[in-house]
């Protein structure tokens, strides 16, 4: 006896593997009928052909929804991590790739700076870095020729050789880099030469109330300490620089495993690596890293120093205390807060100008600085008024409006920094050198942060801290609204010389 059939499918709705076939079975059927052509079964048909459909077209409305509700993020916002790499000499590689860019931006940085400069020497390893590319003639072929631009920085924590150009030109830049560190120019006559064009840029330029006034606040906070000095050095700190100490520093700092090289463009990987570790892969490594380490300095003086300008119509404030490292994990707290108290001080005295609080952060604890230009007239008072800023953001948490004002500011710079190639290499060599926070979670910990971080951070930096204190303008004027502890002084900056 045969079994009984049964469908697996009807004829309406199918699966997708068995539709045509199921819809030629209905032709099939009807066709003794004569009913192929009538209305109902064709509407019928075609409604249910429609109904298959249908999920499909909602699918493709909603995915197109999708992409035009979501925001899409641009590189510059994501700070997007950089590929890796080492050499076998120990030179680090950071690359992001940039398909269909033209250029290429290119920065080595040394992770050693003017902190290292020796007593009395100050611009040493300035000298050093002028000494990489000595001749402005290579300036002018990158520029000419490469379509880019040659730039040497030196910090008190680095010396950054920036170079750019067209990225078909990726193997020349990097030859010059290889010329820069591993043929060094440092004989007698080139060093002569280099000392004698950085010594006559010292006497061109013309010194202003704020760049001594800014100078002489370092002195009064750090003393002897090496973020006491201009990384430039002075004329007579240059003068004293010999050959054998340019020798000794690129001995010491200009090694390949105290190096990382930051690239940024539109050049293949394979095509960078095979470059860098043809040209560069020679450079030598050090036999030992030198550390930091430098004697703590002392706590200021916390007398005013009033520094005497007699021609002076107006005041130039400084009040500074001792900061944070790079590496500390409140150093973004810290720049919210001199947001914070720049606003708090320039509402509390408007006839204030040129103001500016900022935490300068090195590897080692830097300086919180506050600055601006007052009436001779208003001078107690801007120093009143900062003191009791200082007070109130260590008492209690700023408010909360001016506390989001400073936040938005803050993370409306970062962006801005990341969105360009030099700041996004630079972003991004900070983290080698200072071991500070991942340029791609930054945006992240300024949303987290509350105007609690802030008092907090205050509290660290300026409860029952020694602050320093400068005002320079006409002395007979300021000693009226100065009363008791200040100490008056002809307008010469003398820094004392290092242990």
């Given at each position: 006896m045969p079994f009984s059939r049964r469908r697996l499918t009807r004829f309406w709705t199918t699966s997708k593997l068995f539709f045509a076939a199921s819809q030629l079975a209905a032709f099939e059927v009807l066709r003794p009928l004569g009913l192929r052509h009538h209305p109902v079964f064709t509407n019928h048909l075609m409604l249910n052909k429609m109904t298959n459909y249908l999920p499909r077209l909602l699918s493709g409305v909603l995915c197109l929804a999708l992409v035009a509700i979501l925001p899409v993020r641009s590189p510059a916002q994501t700070a997007a991590e950089p590929e890796r790499e080492t050499l076998l000499n120990g030179l680090r590689i950071l690359y992001w790739g940039q398909p269909g860019n033209p250029d290429v931006f290119l920065r080595l940085r040394i992770h050693s700076g003017a902190a290292f400069d020796l007593a009395d020497k100050g611009g040493m390893m300035a000298l050093?870095?002028?000494?990489?590319?000595?001749?402005?003639?290579?300036?002018?072929?990158?520029?000419?020729?490469?379509?880019?631009?040659?730039?040497?920085?030196?910090?008190?924590?680095?010396?950054?050789?920036?170079?750019?150009?067209?990225?078909?030109?990726?193997?020349?830049?990097?030859?010059?880099?290889?010329g820069a560190v591993m043929t060094t120019q440092l004989g007698a006559e080139n060093i002569a030469t280099l000392k004698e064009a950085r010594i006559k840029s010292f006497a061109e330029q013309t010194s202003s109330a704020s760049s001594l006034a800014d100078q002489a606040i370092t002195t009064?906070?750090?003393?002897?300490?090496?973020?006491?000095?201009?990384?430039?050095?002075?004329?007579?700190?240059?003068?004293?620089?010999?050959?054998?100490?340019?020798?000794?520093?690129?001995?010491?700092?200009?090694?390949?495993?105290?190096?990382?090289?930051?690239?940024?463009?539109?050049?293949?990987?394979?095509?960078?690596?095979?470059?860098?570790?043809?040209?560069?892969?020679?450079?030598?490594?050090?036999?030992?890293?030198?550390?930091?380490?430098?004697?703590?300095?002392?706590?200021?003086?916390?007398?005013?120093?009033?520094?005497?300008?007699?021609?002076?119509?107006?005041?130039?404030?400084?009040?500074?205390?001792?900061?944070?490292?790079?590496?500390?994990?409140?150093?973004?707290?810290?720049?919210?807060?001199?947001?914070?108290?720049?606003?708090?001080?320039?509402?509390?005295?408007?006839?204030?100008?040129?103001?500016?609080?900022?935490?300068?952060?090195?590897?080692?604890?830097?300086?919180?600085?506050?600055?601006?230009?007052?009436?001779?007239?208003?001078?107690?008072?801007?120093?009143?008024?900062?003191?009791?800023?200082?007070?109130?953001?260590?008492?209690?948490?700023?408010?909360?409006?001016?506390?989001?004002?400073?936040?938005?500011?803050?993370?409306?710079?970062?962006?801005q920094q990341l969105s360009q190639p030099a700041g996004l290499a630079g972003a991004w060599l900070d983290v080698d050198t200072f071991k500070s926070p991942r340029p791609n979670t930054v945006s992240t910990l300024i949303r987290s942060y509350t105007p609690g971080d802030v008092q907090r951070v205050a509290t660290r930096l300026f409860k029952d801290a020694p602050v320093a204190t400068i005002v320079l303008g006409n002395a007979e004027q300021l000693k009226a609204q100065f009363q008791g502890n200040i100490e008056t002084r002809a307008n010469t900056l003398t820094p004392p010389a290092k242990p």
């Open positions: 050093l870095g002028d000494a990489l590319f000595p001749d402005r003639s290579t300036r002018e072929y990158v520029s000419d020729e490469l379509g880019g631009r040659l730039e040497v920085t030196t910090t008190f924590d680095t010396i950054d050789v920036t170079i750019s150009g067209k990225a078909a030109n990726l193997e020349r830049m990097i030859d010059l880099l290889r009064r906070l750090f003393g002897s300490f090496p973020y006491a000095h201009p990384t430039a050095g002075t004329t007579v700190s240059v003068s004293k620089i010999e050959r054998g100490d340019l020798m000794s520093a690129r001995e010491r700092f200009l090694n390949s495993d105290n190096a990382t090289v930051a690239v940024v463009g539109g050049v293949e990987k394979s095509r960078l690596m095979r470059a860098l570790r043809q040209l560069l892969g020679p450079w030598g490594k050090s036999d030992k890293t030198i550390p930091a380490t430098f004697r703590q300095p002392s706590a200021p003086n916390p007398q005013i120093l009033i520094l005497d300008r007699p021609a002076s119509s107006t005041a130039e404030i400084r009040l500074a205390v001792r900061g944070l490292a790079r590496a500390d994990n409140d150093v973004l707290p810290a720049e919210l807060l001199a947001l914070v108290a720049r606003n708090l001080w320039q509402t509390a005295l408007p006839e204030l100008s040129n103001v500016v609080v900022r935490h300068e952060a090195h590897l080692l604890p830097g300086m919180f600085l506050f600055s601006a230009t007052a009436p001779q007239a208003s001078a107690a008072k801007a120093v009143s008024a900062a003191q009791d800023i200082m007070r109130k953001l260590s008492q209690a948490a700023p408010p909360a409006d001016e506390f989001e004002r400073a936040r938005t500011a803050l993370a409306a710079q970062m962006s």
